[in-house]
């Protein structure tokens, strides 16, 4: 791990892979940094640097006090900071709530281009109906954290159901670690059921939207819609892939990143 701190005194905390143009990774609420392992070597042109994202960086952190108005701010803030601290302008590449972040970050940050695998934007029709939250914390409230944590699973890993979730959340590396993270994931859900799409983001960098057929639909469908309000996008959908596609499929994902970066 290296750190560094910003002139404000934010410590930045990262992994670094590798030398070349740098590669910022940035994962999604519940992911480890590990969550990047499988792709980091298919990167090897690249400086492949993963940040311990604040708060909810890998899930043996202490949970924070941030509001969930001031999720997104706080973490578009950090990585800004990173995107400073590094040589030259980097490539971002975020997945999930990682990946709003990641285009949000690059509305005002020098970055040469944004990856964003299905980014944690909820269409509007849904969005309206999201009681993710409110869930997650009605069980915390009455002292069932894991028992949160298992929505969010069931919710957003597999939408479509798991015949053992308990025999699926024992092979989990970061199971049960991460219960302790459960008001942290809360917060991040609040502030994505909040969060509005814009008509257009302020986004000079091109930008590759990636989604999966066998992902939730209403992420699919956020895809396309974040590929439309940005002005250089392009949107690639991979077949037989769900929402953990960076780990899923490692070659496929870095091929179409690839081949992006190289256009």
């Known amino acids: 791990m290296q750190s560094t701190r910003t002139a404000d005194g934010t410590e930045l905390v990262y992994e670094r892979h590798g030398d070349g143009q740098p590669l910022i990774l940035l994962h999604g609420g519940m992911a480890p940094r590990e969550y990047w392992n499988p792709v980091v070597p298919y990167f090897d042109e690249y400086a492949a640097v993963v940040p311990q994202r604040p708060g909810f960086g890998t899930c043996l952190d202490e949970p924070t006090?941030?509001?969930?108005?001031?999720?997104?701010?706080?973490?578009?803030?950090?990585?800004?900071?990173?995107?400073?601290?590094?040589?030259?302008?980097?490539?971002?590449?975020?997945?999930?709530?990682?990946?709003?972040?990641?285009?949000?970050?690059?509305?005002?940050?020098?970055?040469?281009?944004?990856?964003?695998?299905?980014?944690?934007?909820?269409?509007?029709?849904?969005?309206?109906?999201?009681?993710?939250?409110?869930?997650?914390?009605?069980?915390?409230?009455?002292?069932?954290?894991?028992?949160?944590?298992?929505?969010?699973?069931?919710?957003?890993?597999?939408?479509?159901?798991?015949?053992?979730?308990?025999?699926?959340?024992?092979a989990w590396p970061v199971w049960p670690d991460c219960v302790d993270l459960a008001e942290e994931v809360v917060r991040m859900n609040r502030a994505v059921e909040r969060y509005?799409?814009?008509?257009?983001?302020?986004?000079?960098?091109?930008?590759?939207?990636?989604?999966?057929?066998?992902?939730?639909?209403?992420?699919?469908?956020?895809?396309?819609?974040?590929?439309?309000?940005?002005?250089?996008?392009?949107?690639?959908e991979f077949d037989g892939v769900s929402h953990s596609g960076p780990g899923e499929a490692p070659a496929r994902v870095a091929a179409e990143v690839d081949a992006f970066l190289r256009d």
Do not use: C, N
Request: avoid cysteine; hydrophobic fraction near 40%; charged fraction near 30%.
């Open 196 to 236: 509005r799409l814009p008509d257009r983001f302020a986004v000079d960098a091109p930008v590759l939207v990636l989604t999966g057929t066998d992902g939730p639909q209403f992420l699919r469908d956020s895809a396309r819609s974040v590929h439309g309000a940005l002005p250089r996008s392009r949107l690639v």
């Open 65 to 170: 006090e941030t509001s969930a108005h001031e999720v997104l701010e706080r973490e578009t803030d950090y990585v800004r900071s990173l995107v400073e601290a590094v040589d030259g302008d980097p490539i971002l590449f975020g997945h999930s709530f990682g990946a709003l972040t990641a285009v949000e970050s690059a509305t005002d940050a020098p970055v040469d281009a944004v990856v964003a695998y299905e980014p944690a934007v909820l269409p509007e029709d849904y969005r309206e109906e999201a009681d993710l939250a409110a869930r997650m914390q009605a069980l915390i409230d009455d002292g069932e954290p894991g028992e949160a944590v298992k929505r969010y699973v069931e919710q957003v890993l597999h939408p479509d159901g798991i015949d053992d979730l308990d025999a699926w959340l024992s």
